[in-house]
């Protein structure tokens, strides 16, 4: 079965400062990992994603995140925090079928 | 930029009562999903819907719940008789390829409340 674990509900940090957004998931096949970013009264959006290939993924808005298979995780990065960047953040696994599997979701506040 | 688009934002309904929640998903797109968050709680999957059938449910899909496309634009869920438990935010979404091989656009979602 598959799970997402992300730690931390709530992150602050100082505008300029690196934002690390934690993800671990269990699979029992080789994952589909997500990143999507939900601002208020909007839909999810997709930051970035992990299929094959490289395990340094590039995204959007200057976010990354590092497909670490012998720790099963996928943490967000971000070297300097914009304002903008407040938003709640949902990492998702699939299975590579039809389903995904998101975690409870990182709320993150810029403090000017 | 397509998007998709859900709509009532807010439905309030009482316990019971049948809701129908509508969905328009990108015109090309041939996968379509249903998810809910109940507050504080992650996002999850209740069913896929591809070629007029469901293709995958979860076990919170039970027989309640019901999805159609009935015309070639929209997508409902219907939950036929709501209990209090269903209050949650439920996000459509659609995709081109099968969820694990391309991304799904999510609609804004609607916030639906059982009294």
């Known amino acids: 079965a598959q799970s997402v674990t992300q730690l931390g509900s709530h992150v602050s940090v100082s505008e300029g400062a690196l934002v690390l957004l934690r993800c671990n998931y269990s699979s029992s096949v080789p994952p589909y990992l997500f990143w999507y970013v939900q601002y208020p009264n909007q839909g999810l959006q997709l930051l970035l994603k992990?299929?094959?290939?490289?395990?340094l993924v590039k995204g959007i808005n200057g976010f990354e995140a590092e497909f670490k298979k012998s720790e099963t995780s996928f943490h967000l990065t971000k070297p300097s925090a914009h304002m903008s960047d407040a938003a709640e953040y949902f990492c998702a696994v699939s299975d590579r079928g039809n389903q995904f599997y998101f975690g409870t979701g990182t709320s993150l506040t810029v403090i000017p | 930029e397509p998007e998709v688009t859900q709509t009532p934002s807010h439905q309030v309904t009482q316990m019971g009562q049948e809701v129908i929640l509508r969905c328009v998903p990108i015109?090309?797109?041939?996968?379509f999903y249903w998810y809910r968050q109940i507050l504080g709680q992650k996002v999850e999957f209740l069913v896929s819907f591809y070629n007029n059938e469901i293709s995958e449910k979860s076990e919170i899909f039970d027989d309640q719940f019901s999805v159609e496309r009935p015309d070639g634009s929209n997508f409902t869920l219907k939950i036929r008789s709501t209990k209090l438990e269903d209050s949650a935010m439920y996000f459509c979404?659609?995709?081109?390829?099968?969820?694990?091989?391309?991304?799904?656009?999510f609609g804004p979602g609607t916030r639906l409340t059982v009294t």
């Open positions: 015109s090309n797109h041939l996968y």
């Open positions: 992990y299929t094959t290939g490289a395990t």
């Open positions: 979404a659609s995709s081109i390829y099968p969820a694990g091989g391309s991304e799904q656009y």
